[in-house]
């Protein structure tokens, strides 16, 4: 199993979250409203003051044969060409829990 994180601008959700629903076998996924900063947004010192820009984080747990095909969605979903279109990064679970019924591994996701 593999965590998804993907950073994407704000007005892109409706066109990714479309995109993502066709994948079959994709169960879910977990948006978080926020902000943030990135070295490429401005050419201040890190030390200076920088403007916050808004955007979604999307959490995705899949099995590790829709990685590429989640990645390659988003990545086309979300892009468009100007910077600032966001990032995605990949990391291994361990371990899943389905609370309600006790179900471990890759059953609860």
């Known amino acids: 199993m593999k965590e998804i994180k993907a950073y994407i601008k704000k007005h892109k959700l409706d066109e990714v979250t479309r995109a993502l629903h066709k994948i079959k076998g994709l169960t879910g996924m977990s948006v978080i409203q926020g902000s943030g900063y990135g070295l ?13 820009h808004p955007g979604v ?36 679970i361990e371990q899943a829990v389905r609370i309600s019924t006790g179900e471990r591994g890759e059953n609860a996701v």
Do not use: F, P
Not at 40 to 52: D, R
């Open 40 to 52: 490429g947004w401005t050419k201040t010192k890190s030390s200076e003051q920088t403007n916050l």
């Open 57 to 92: 984080k999307l959490e995705i747990i899949c099995m590790d044969d829709l990685v590429e095909k989640v990645i390659e969605t988003i990545e086309r979903a979300a892009h468009t060409g100007l910077k600032g279109d966001g990032k995605i990064y990949v990391s291994n």
